[in-house]
């Protein structure tokens, strides 16, 4: 499997994120199926811009969906750092979220984020997301010391953002990949 990427069994389709309508979050434009996918132990990858204008991107660990939609993004302090000073900054953020057996990745941009403190909470999503994540990296044909090191963190690592998403967009491999997530009805 060395160099390529794995071949699920069970590929997602772009065209499943299409479907107008499902059930919503109270005042949010997120689904409730959105809402538990980011919080499933996935793939967290994070997208921004530094001052220059360069693209910065680093890996997180794991993410909560608050009240109204708000996604609190915890990844490894040392990791992000290029992430924290673009938000810090006042750059918009871009996260990816992608389950590794069947590909289905949805891509959440937010205009503005912020750096917030870490809670219990945080830690107990990182140990239980991570090791949902590194039972799916193994899945697919990853060997333990990279599972490992990829959901590596101590507690006094956590950092954090919010972002409430502006815009949302189906990242799932196929026909359809890139086009805008259906919103709420009416």
Known sequence: MEGRLA??????????????GGEYLDGSPLRVDLAQFVQSGISVILGSVDRNARPVAA???????????????IARAPAITPILASVAAGSGIAVTFSRP?????????????????AEDADWLAVEHQTAIFRQELLEVGHDE???D???MCSVNEVAVFELTPDHGFVQTPGPGAGA???????
């Not at 890996?59 to 993004?73: N, W």
């Not at 057996?101 to 403190?117: E, M, N």
């Not at 805008?180 to 009416?186: E, F, K, S, V």
Request: aromatic letters at 6%; charged letters at 20%.
């Open 7 to 20: 071949r699920s069994e069970y590929p997602a389709s772009p065209a499943q994120e299409a479907i107008p």
């Open 149 to 151: 090191y990829i959901v």
């Open 180 to 186: 805008a997530l259906a919103g709420r009805p009416g």
């Open 59 to 73: 890996i997180g660990l794991a993410c909560r969906v608050l009240d109204g939609g708000v996604l609190r993004v």
């Open 145 to 147: 010391a990279f599972a």
């Open 101 to 117: 057996v069947t590909h289905r990745s949805i891509q959440f941009k937010s205009d503005r984020a912020r750096i917030v403190p």
